[in-house]
């Protein structure tokens, strides 16, 4: 057994040395690229997580900018139809004043013919008692 003493101990110096300089920088290196695999994959993460945040901004900002644009559309569309109204009440307005003044022109011409044929009513009349009045004045 005192043979194998000398062989213990070159075993032991072997496994230390093994141990301090292989084993620790492995474990270390392996560490290493733990974290920083680890690390990659959180800032990958991260930079999906604000990667989403950023389209869900654009996508609000892409929304606001359609409802303004629907305001914008909605309110050009009640100028419009403003303006159609009021060029329809004008229309209306100038076509009542043209109806009216048709109406007063033609009460004129009524009353002026009204006035012509009772002229010749009398003038008829008149003629009609002198044909119908001689006849009448030879017939006694």
């Known amino acids: ?8 101990i070159i075993f032991l110096f072997l496994v230390a ?3 301090f300089i292989l084993y620790r920088p492995l474990r270390r290196a392996r560490a290493k690229r733990y974290d ?3 690390g990659a994959v959180k800032r990958a993460h991260a930079a999906i997580a604000a990667a989403d945040v950023k ?3 654009y996508e609000a900002k892409l929304r606001a900018a359609r409802a303004e644009i629907n305001r914008a559309r909605e309110l050009q ?3 419009w139809n403003a303006e159609r109204e009021s060029a329809l009440a004008s229309a209306r307005l100038v076509a009542h004043d043209h109806t009216e003044a048709a109406k007063r022109e ?7 013919a009204r006035q012509q044929l ?9 003629r009609v008692q002198e044909a ?4 009448v004045g030879s017939a006694r």
């Open 77 to 79: 569309i009640q100028q």
């Open 55 to 57: 389209a869900q901004e």
């Open 36 to 38: 920083r695999t680890q």
């Open 132 to 135: 119908v009045l001689p006849a």
């Open 118 to 126: 009772d002229l010749e009513i009398g003038q008829l009349a008149a």
């Open 17 to 19: 040395a093994y141990h």
């Open 106 to 112: 033609i009460a004129q011409e009524a009353e002026v």
């Open 1 to 8: 057994m005192l043979g194998s003493v000398p062989t213990m």
